[in-house]
């Protein structure tokens, strides 16, 4: 791991990590002018009346809002790997890990991957463990929601670099939660992670990620410097 700006960091006060469980179903399906994100209104409704069907803790529709700054696109283009551009998202969480397999088995869980693979011109599914925690993120209020397409070859370093940049949130935006989910072996390597977090608001991160330079200096620096790709998306939970 190569640290950029060391004086500049702050140590994240993380959580330890939960047994929690992880299906992630996310669609390209709509259209992006520039970074904002324009999803269809029909589909998001249709999933999410669909999750009521889920036998799970919880079930959540997301519809994205706007792409913020991130790093990566030249690393991405040489591996040959797509950017992240799905605009609608199912994130589906269970007790835990061992519950995914039959989860993803059941009727309910087909029939919302079949809707969304018939309406999106691209798909990706993963399920996922709990790899990095600093709180839970609370889906009962209509907050901003994140996540963040991490890619990276050495998906050890990404692990390091995401909790060593964490703490840049958490003092400059008071990021208050985030859930850290990296795909179980054999699932879709796309991604080495996946941060899903929230903000109460766009005046709590946003002008921080414009106007902050120790955003660039430190945590996208911190990025490219280990081959780090950061693909985040703000979304509004349906």
Request: aromatic residues 10%; glycine residues 6%; proline residues 5%.
């Amino acid at each position: 791991m190569e640290l950029i700006n060391d004086h500049l960091a702050v140590k994240a006060r993380v959580l330890p990590t939960t047994d929690d469980g992880f299906l992630v179903l996310a669609g390209e399906v709509g259209a992006w002018r520039g970074h904002l994100a324009s999803p269809p209104a029909r589909l998001p409704a249709q999933l999410k009346a669909l999750t009521a069907n889920v036998e799970a803790r919880e079930a959540n529709v997301f519809r994205a809002v706007l792409r913020t700054p991130g790093e990566g696109d030249e690393l991405l283009a040489a591996r040959g790997i797509r950017p992240a551009r799905y605009d609608v998202v199912v994130l589906i969480r269970t007790e835990s890990v061992d519950s995914l397999r039959a989860l993803r088995e059941s009727a309910a869980y087909k029939e919302l991957a079949e809707t969304m693979s018939a309406a999106a011109r691209r798909t990706h599914q993963f399920a996922a463990g709990n790899a990095g925690r600093l709180g839970d993120v609370d889906h009962g209020q209509d907050h901003c929601f994140l996540f963040n397409y991490f890619y990276a070859d050495d998906r050890e370093t990404l692990l390091k670099v995401w909790e060593y940049t964490a703490g840049w949130f958490q003092a400059k935006t008071a990021l208050p939660n985030s859930a850290l989910m990296r795909p179980l072996e054999g699932e879709p390597a796309d991604y080495g992670l996946v941060n899903h977090a929230s903000w109460p608001n766009w005046r709590a991160f946003l002008p921080s990620l414009i106007f902050r330079p120790t955003f660039r200096r430190f945590v996208l620096a911190n990025f490219k410097a280990n081959g780090i790709a950061a693909q985040p998306i703000i979304y509004r939970r349906v």
